[in-house]
């Protein structure tokens, strides 16, 4: 039983493309390949760490509130009320505005002239 030679490549040849799979040739072939194994445990990690995140601010909030309160519905409400809190201030900003306006020149506020 005699050892199999492996033929070395030459200096001039292109490489082999067939025996590295894990590096992607174009475009087409990189949608298609299928990911190391490290690559899917960090991701697949990473999934459940963020879902574990979600389930115990669910939970908390769950807590705080007394009612069942899910992540995505609690933040939505968290930024129409930020929203909010901006049009109130920005309402109170234009009629501050107007007050100013309306002050005459003799310094006296909020009264018009008289004719």
Not at 36 to 61: G, H, M, P
Not at 72 to 81: K, Y
């Amino acid at each position: 039983m005699g050892k199999r030679k492996r033929r070395k490549q030459g200096r001039n040849q292109e490489p082999n493309l067939d025996k590295d799979r894990s590096k992607p040739t174009s475009d087409k072939d990189a949608t298609n390949r299928i990911p190391n194994k490290k690559d899917l445990r960090k991701t697949i990690s990473q999934v459940i760490q963020n879902r574990k995140a979600e389930l115990i601010t669910e939970f908390y909030l769950q807590r705080k509130f007394n009612q069942s309160v899910t992540l995505n519905n609690f933040l939505e409400q968290w930024v129409n009320g930020f929203e909010n809190q901006v049009k109130k201030k920005e309402k109170t900003a234009i009629e501050y505005d107007r007050k100013v306006e309306k002050i005459n020149d003799d310094g006296q506020p909020f009264k018009h002239r008289s004719k």
